[in-house]
Each structure stands twice: as C-alpha cells, then as structure tokens.
C-alpha cells in the first residue's frame, strides 16, 4: 500500500489530517458532473476531472484558505474546462487545415462529436442537445455563470468566488447569458 500524502502545512486543523484521497472522495463526483455539463462528452469530462485532481494534488500547498477549499477545487475545475475546450478549438482549426479526407480514400478524417451526455432521456435528447448547442456557443466566462448557477445550483457569492470576479460582475453575466440564449432559441425557430 502506498504512503498517503498528508497535508500538515495547511493552516485549518481541518486539513492537517486530510489526505488526497479524502479531497478526491469528497468531490471528484461534483467536479466530473459539472466538466460532463460543461464539456457534454463523457471521455472529455474524465480527461478533464484526472487533469483537475492531478493539478490540486500538485497546487494543495497553494491552497491559502481564504475561501472552502470546494470552491478553489471548482475554480480550478472551470480553467481545466476552459483550458481543454481552447486547446480543442485550436486542433479543430489546425485539423482545417490538414486535407479533410484521408489519402487512400473518400473517408472524413474529423468528425464532429455527437452531443452525449448519461442524465438525458433518449426522448429528450435531441431538445436538450439543442440547447447545449446554444450554450456551448455563449462566451467563456456566460457558459460558466450559467452552469454554475443552472446545473450546480450554486449562489451568485459562491459563483463570484469561483470565477474570481465580483457577485455584481456574476449577475451581469447570468442577464447577459439568458438573453443571449433567447435570441439563440428565436433565431432557431
């Protein structure tokens, strides 16, 4: 059995116990649900969530305790996400540039991921698949207001914590995101 990694460096008495383990445990389901909510692919969401637990077990003595250390685990959830969905911005747009089929044949080298999330009836797929369509194409920074706020029920305070921004700036957002998600919805009417 390998060692477990002990914090005593932390300044809560809360954390001098806790190990790795213990922080995976407690919230490696949440972290996935939201990177499965925001990424809407499944293998992407288990990418993102090993990348979010690798950087807190490599950043946990950052960690300074002005805030839960959920919200610090979610701050760094929401970059991963960003971070994953910029890198595969940018291959989709180098793979445009690559031929699009493949040389011995007519077949298409890039396909476009299907919308492939467990939480949705199959009745219920193709509306809801439609809508996160629309969410995907929301700014960074609406994307992430509104599902933190929609889907993880979190408060305009814990949402300003996450983002690093203030609870006026997470209002702002979550206005600016629902109207763009109704112009998005009228248009595709």
Request: hydrophobic content about 40%; glycine content about 2%; overall charge positive.
């Amino acid at each position: 059995m390998k060692p477990v990694r002990k914090y005593p460096y932390l300044r809560s008495e809360f954390f001098k116990d806790l190990n790795f383990n213990d922080i995976y445990n407690e919230h490696h389901r949440r972290v996935y649900n939201f990177c499965l909510n925001y990424l809407q692919s499944l293998e992407d969401a288990e990418e993102v969530t090993q990348d979010v637990f690798v950087r807190v077990h490599l950043k946990i003595d950052t960690f300074n305790n002005q805030s839960q250390l959920s919200t610090w685990i979610y701050r760094i959830c929401v970059n991963c996400c960003i971070d994953f969905v910029k890198a595969k911005k940018r291959k989709k747009r180098f793979g445009f540039l690559t031929s699009l089929f493949y040389d011995d044949s007519n077949e298409i080298k890039h396909d476009i991921g299907d919308f492939n999330h467990p939480g949705v009836v199959l009745e219920q797929k193709e509306a809801v698949a439609a809508l996160f369509l629309k969410i995907e194409g929301l700014p960074a920074n609406q994307k992430t207001a509104l599902l933190l706020s929609k889907i993880e029920q979190k408060s305009q305070k814990e949402i300003a914590e996450i983002m690093a921004v203030s609870e006026k700036a997470v209002e702002s957002l979550l206005f600016r995101a629902k109207d763009n998600l109704q112009k998005k919805m009228k248009q595709s009417e």
